[in-house]
């Protein structure tokens, strides 16, 4: 409510600068009523006094004193519900789909970009079409209260979001690859690959959790069973772990529980319908709690007689503790906070500890080879040495071929000059620029930055070298060729989104098209009229998905125009108190040198960064072009 009331005393701030909780004003009409009703959200439809099977829409109107700049978002979490979400009246998005072929899609977050173009000044309205027909589930916008505001801010806070599970399903495949590595080398015990089991399984368990992997067109009818079977048979591997550990024979109820175990994560690979897999997961729950007293009693007997038994003990408890928290929560609320991950991965590390006691009481002897060992570390460490430096050299020709690859800019061409400055933070970088002169004298140039540096980005930035031959001479409109490089990066990028702003200048004809694809705006400035500003236009960034819009702009040139593209490294450059370079500094410097040269302006640019930052946070590229 603070951040509510900030927005309204400082009416001259802009909404889409912030994220804003819409947490008050909503209405829900159902399907054959005439009357909406006030709801809150955040709580289950079935809490607020419906009964499914519930069809109906949400409703909210949401002020935007000023219209924003770039795109903005909703986030709504994950619904139990299918939906479609518009706003003024225009589709944004949906997930699931409606009766006939109901399909709630419920473990997908809802997550919908705004274009610009149907933001209004003033009053706006979101509605959110829902309908839920699972007696278990929720329904409706239950998991949180939903989120507005600037799309990069929101998708911020997503990444953020899968980031933090990717470290956590880094540690349990770590362990899967330390156990089952360690197993196939020696086969000692079976303990290890158990418990390797249940690392992978419970990464498959947490997989469907991660937003990103619903963008990567997985059905999602696969990413449910993979969860329902990999949750069904991981406490199977935990028992067998243990009864491995301490070499005891599986008792007649174990194995009973186990077959169960198995049998319903079979079950849960086929297809079905929601409320019927969650009548399976009641009959895990109970399983379940018979497995607990048969731990408890497998533990109990070897608990003073080995060390690795009192640590496998407290790891126990501490998944029981967690597990429990974790069931209780999901059946009261069914907002499960995951919180067995913790649990099982203390679990986890504890059984590493366990197997690591039991290695070191049955392996003493090897540490007659501790003076071998000694000499192969040694000869392993003079080997990295000269890796190292077989690798050092590599990167110094490396770094030789990129710089042929990018063509140093520092000609004219008719009214045309241009310079340019490139500055790798390693010594190869991802930033690329380059152009091509027309048959008809006109000249097209592009400036992209790779996200990241080093190594992986050289290489996807000499693919955009390759690519730029073939299609710079047979197209010149900057947004059809944009669309093209697109298509032809998409396949090779990964997790190496790019950056990209391509232009176009018509000398005879005085234009100049450009268009952008998640790039900073370049600026034009005037050395006559001493005036400066960013050329406008946004777009999508290059690499996330195959289908994007990308416009193209034009203006008029006149005499003494100078135009300036740069990338990010400019103004995230950082000094010592860890400050940004920042935009108004590039600004100020880009003022102060309208009556210098290009030349003299770019060294001047570069001068100030030299001074000013500690040590480069990325590639830094830049060029000026002046129109004579």
């Given at each position: 409510?603070?951040?509510l009331?900030?927005?309204?005393?400082?009416?001259?701030?802009?909404?889409y600068?912030?994220?804003?909780?819409?947490?008050?004003?909503?209405?829900?009409?159902?399907?054959?009523e005439?009357?909406?009703?006030?709801?809150?959200?955040?709580?289950p439809?079935?809490?607020?006094?419906?009964k499914v099977?519930?069809?109906?829409k949400y409703r909210?109107?949401?002020?935007?004193?000023?219209l924003?700049?770039?795109?903005?978002?909703?986030y709504?979490?994950?619904?139990?519900?299918?939906?479609?979400?518009?706003?003024?009246?225009?589709?944004i998005?949906?997930?699931g789909?409606?009766?006939?072929?109901?399909?709630?899609?419920?473990h997908k977050?809802?997550y919908y970009?705004?274009?610009?173009?149907?933001?209004?000044?003033?009053?706006?309205?979101?509605?959110?079409?829902?309908?839920?027909?699972?007696?278990?589930?929720?329904?409706g916008l239950?998991?949180?209260v939903?989120?507005?505001?600037?799309?990069?801010?929101i998708?911020?806070?997503?990444v953020?979001e899968?980031?933090?599970?990717?470290?956590?399903?880094?540690?349990?495949?770590?362990?899967?690859?330390q156990?089952?590595?360690?197993?196939a080398?020696?086969?000692?015990?079976?303990?290890?690959?158990?418990?390797?089991g249940?690392?992978?399984?419970?990464?498959?368990w947490?997989?469907?959790?991660?937003?990103?992997?619903?963008?990567?067109?997985?059905?999602?009818?696969i990413?449910?069973?993979?969860?329902?079977?990999?949750q069904?048979?991981?406490?199977?591997?935990?028992?067998?772990?243990?009864?491995?550990?301490?070499?005891?024979?599986?008792?007649?109820?174990?194995?009973?529980t186990?077959?169960?175990?198995?049998?319903?994560?079979?079950?849960q690979?086929?297809?079905?319908?929601p409320d019927?897999r969650f009548?399976?997961?009641?009959?895990?729950?109970?399983?379940?709690?018979?497995?607990?007293?048969?731990l408890?009693?497998?533990?109990?007997?070897?608990y003073k007689?080995?060390?690795?038994?009192?640590?496998?003990?407290?790891?126990?408890?501490?998944a029981?503790?967690?597990?429990?928290a974790?069931v209780?929560?999901?059946?009261v609320?069914?907002k499960?906070?995951?919180?067995?991950?913790?649990?099982?991965?203390?679990?986890?590390f504890?059984?590493?500890l366990a197997?690591?006691?039991q290695?070191?009481?049955?392996?003493?002897?090897?540490?007659?080879?501790?003076?071998?060992?000694?000499?192969l570390?040694?000869l392993?460490?003079q080997?990295?040495?000269k890796?190292?430096?077989?690798?050092?050299d590599?990167?110094v020709?490396?770094?030789?071929?990129?710089?042929?690859?990018?063509?140093p800019?520092?000609?004219?061409?008719?009214?045309?000059?241009?310079?340019s400055v490139?500055?790798p933070?390693?010594?190869?970088?991802g930033d690329?620029?380059?152009?091509?002169?027309?048959?008809d004298?006109?000249?097209?140039?592009?400036?992209c930055?790779v996200?990241?540096?080093?190594?992986?980005?050289a290489l996807?930035?000499?693919?955009?070298?390759?690519?730029?031959?073939?299609?710079?001479?047979?197209?010149?409109?900057?947004?059809?060729f944009?669309?093209e490089?697109n298509?032809?990066?998409?396949?090779?990028?990964?997790?190496?989104?790019?950056?990209a702003?391509?232009?176009?200048?018509?000398?005879?004809?005085l234009?100049m098209?450009?268009?952008v694809?998640?790039?900073p705006?370049?600026?034009?400035?005037?050395?006559?009229s001493?005036?400066?500003?960013?050329?406008?236009?946004?777009g999508?960034?290059?690499?996330?998905?195959?289908?994007?819009?990308?416009?193209?702009?034009?203006?008029k040139?006149?005499?003494?125009?100078?135009?300036?593209f740069?990338?990010?490294?400019?103004t995230?450059?950082?000094?010592?108190?860890?400050?940004?370079?920042?935009?108004?500094?590039?600004?100020g410097?880009?003022?102060?040198?309208?009556?210098?040269?290009?030349?003299?302006l770019?060294?001047?640019?570069?001068?100030?960064?030299?001074?000013?930052a500690?040590?480069?946070?990325?590639d830094?590229?830049?060029?000026?072009?002046?129109?004579?």
């Amino acid at each position: 409510m603070k951040f509510l009331w900030l927005i309204v005393l400082l009416s001259s701030s802009a909404i889409y600068s912030e994220i804003v909780t819409l947490e008050s004003g909503w209405t829900f009409q159902r399907e054959g009523e005439t009357i909406a009703k006030p709801v809150l959200v955040g709580v289950p439809l079935i809490e607020q006094g419906y009964k499914v099977p519930i069809r109906g829409k949400y409703r909210l109107k949401i002020f935007v004193p000023v219209l924003p700049e770039y795109s903005q978002a909703i986030y709504m979490d994950r619904l139990h519900s299918a939906d479609q979400t518009f706003w003024n009246g225009k589709y944004i998005g949906s997930t699931g789909s409606f009766t006939p072929n109901y399909y709630p899609y419920w473990h997908k977050v809802r997550y919908y970009e705004i274009p610009i173009s149907i933001l209004k000044l003033g009053e706006n309205e979101l509605v959110v079409d829902v309908e839920c027909r699972e007696t278990q589930f929720r329904c409706g916008l239950f998991r949180s209260v939903p989120i507005f505001g600037n799309q990069d801010q929101i998708k911020d806070k997503m990444v953020f979001e899968d980031v933090y599970q990717i470290v956590i399903a880094a540690l349990f495949f770590g362990i899967f690859l330390q156990q089952g590595i360690g197993y196939a080398l020696n086969r000692s015990s079976k303990s290890g690959i158990y418990l390797a089991g249940t690392a992978i399984l419970f990464v498959g368990w947490r997989l469907p959790v991660l937003n990103k992997i619903h963008f990567l067109m997985v059905s999602p009818e696969i990413l449910v069973r993979l969860l329902f079977f990999c949750q069904f048979v991981f406490p199977v591997f935990i028992l067998l772990f243990v009864y491995t550990l301490f070499d005891r024979r599986l008792t007649k109820l174990a194995v009973i529980t186990f077959f169960l175990d198995v049998v319903l994560g079979i079950i849960q690979l086929f297809p079905m319908d929601p409320d019927s897999r969650f009548y399976l997961v009641y009959l895990w729950y109970i399983l379940l709690a018979v497995k607990v007293p048969i731990l408890v009693q497998l533990l109990a007997k070897n608990y003073k007689k080995t060390a690795e038994a009192v640590v496998v003990s407290l790891g126990a408890l501490v998944a029981t503790f967690f597990g429990i928290a974790d069931v209780i929560t999901d059946v009261v609320t069914g907002k499960n906070d995951y919180l067995t991950q913790y649990g099982i991965l203390t679990f986890l590390f504890s059984g590493v500890l366990a197997i690591a006691l039991q290695s070191a009481r049955t392996k003493r002897e090897l540490r007659n080879l501790n003076e071998s060992l000694e000499m192969l570390v040694t000869l392993r460490t003079q080997e990295l040495h000269k890796q190292f430096k077989l690798l050092h050299d590599d990167l110094v020709i490396a770094a030789g071929l990129q710089s042929k690859l990018i063509p140093p800019m520092e000609f004219e061409h008719h009214s045309l000059s241009v310079a340019s400055v490139f500055m790798p933070m390693e010594k190869i970088g991802g930033d690329y620029f380059d152009y091509y002169i027309h048959e008809d004298s006109s000249i097209s140039f592009l400036l992209c930055d790779v996200l990241g540096h080093g190594i992986a980005a050289a290489l996807i930035a000499s693919m955009l070298k390759v690519n730029f031959l073939e299609i710079a001479p047979k197209e010149k409109d900057p947004g059809a060729f944009l669309l093209e490089l697109n298509q032809k990066m998409l396949p090779v990028v990964e997790k190496n989104y790019i950056t990209a702003v391509a232009c176009h200048f018509d000398l005879e004809r005085l234009i100049m098209k450009y268009s952008v694809m998640g790039h900073p705006s370049p600026f034009i400035m005037n050395v006559f009229s001493h005036t400066l500003a960013p050329l406008t236009g946004r777009g999508p960034i290059m690499g996330w998905k195959k289908d994007v819009l990308v416009e193209t702009f034009s203006r008029k040139l006149e005499v003494g125009d100078r135009f300036f593209f740069y990338t990010d490294g400019i103004t995230e450059s950082q000094n010592k108190r860890r400050e940004l370079y920042g935009e108004s500094r590039l600004k100020g410097q880009l003022v102060d040198g309208l009556n210098l040269s290009i030349h003299d302006l770019n060294e001047k640019i570069k001068k100030d960064i030299r001074k000013f930052a500690f040590r480069l946070s990325d590639d830094v590229t830049y060029f000026t072009i002046d129109i004579k």
